[in-house]
């Protein structure tokens, strides 16, 4: 029973261009969402997350948007930079259950070609 | 240190074997999460450590798998009879508090069984 789903293992873009992950869930109690990025041989690192109460979250190059109804997020990295390489997952969590525990998804890898 | 630090970085163990796995979280940092990580997957959720006490042991698999934080800080991931299916990487994790903070990630602990 996958919660959150991440359906592209992979993503190749072009350096500059706009790189767009997609993830979707399935529970509905979910109300914060997540991204981490992970490289290799190291643990996830946080870069954005969004509460249910919002639509839209931006950090510099990131944004992270959030369709309810849909039950569907996305991280939009623009513009992309090789740095941008790694594992990408999103997670979700239910503040009503504690938000301590957070269900991930598969991963997306993420090349960012120059 | 100023991050997560999980050791050993990788254990190579036999069939049957114990295993320990611990985790020196960020300092001043009350919650402490391990979440394991099998090959192609995101992190899973096992336990999660409020204060001493563990607030929610849902995500740990079977009897054989225990964890402790005798004093609030140093936690330890305890694994009796391992099987070749507990070979994944351990992560570690604490935030500030529980609930709506930014969970940091240690690197992991890579456990092989064979």
């Known amino acids: 029973d996958q919660q959150v789903k991440q359906n592209s293992p992979s993503l190749s873009v072009q350096e500059g261009r706009i790189s767009i992950l997609n993830c979707d869930y399935t529970?509905?109690?979910?109300?914060?969402f997540l991204w981490y990025k992970k490289y290799p041989a190291e643990g996830p690192t946080f870069l954005i997350s969004?509460?249910?109460?919002?639509d839209k979250n931006e950090d510099g190059r990131f944004t992270v948007f959030l369709n309810k109804s849909a039950k569907h997020l996305s991280l939009h990295i623009v513009p992309s930079q090789p740095g941008d390489s790694a594992v990408y997952f999103c997670?979700?969590?239910?503040?009503?259950?504690?938000?301590?525990?957070?269900?991930f998804g598969q991963g997306t890898r993420l090349t960012i070609n120059p | 240190g100023a991050g997560v630090s999980q050791t050993p970085s990788n254990k190579v163990t036999e069939k049957g074997k114990y295993v320990e796995l611990r985790c020196d979280p960020i300092?001043?940092?009350?919650?402490l999460y391990w979440y394991r990580q099998s090959l192609g997957q995101g992190p899973e959720f096992l336990i999660y450590?409020?204060?001493?006490?563990?607030?929610?042991d849902s995500g740990l698999p079977n009897d054989r798998f225990f964890a402790v934080r005798p004093e609030g800080s140093v936690s330890t991931l305890k694994i009796q009879r391992t099987e070749r299916g507990d070979s994944a990487v351990y992560l570690c994790?604490?935030?500030?508090?529980?609930?709506?903070?930014?969970?940091?990630f240690g690197e992991g602990s890579w456990l092989t069984v064979v």
């Open positions: 969004i509460s249910s109460i919002k």
């Open positions: 997670a979700a969590s239910s503040q009503g259950q504690g938000a301590q525990k957070l269900v």
């Open positions: 450590f409020q204060g001493t006490g563990a607030a929610d």
């Open positions: 300092s001043g940092h009350t919650a």
């Open positions: 994790a604490s935030s500030l508090t529980a609930g709506g903070n930014t969970i940091y």
């Open positions: 529970n509905s109690m979910f109300d914060y």
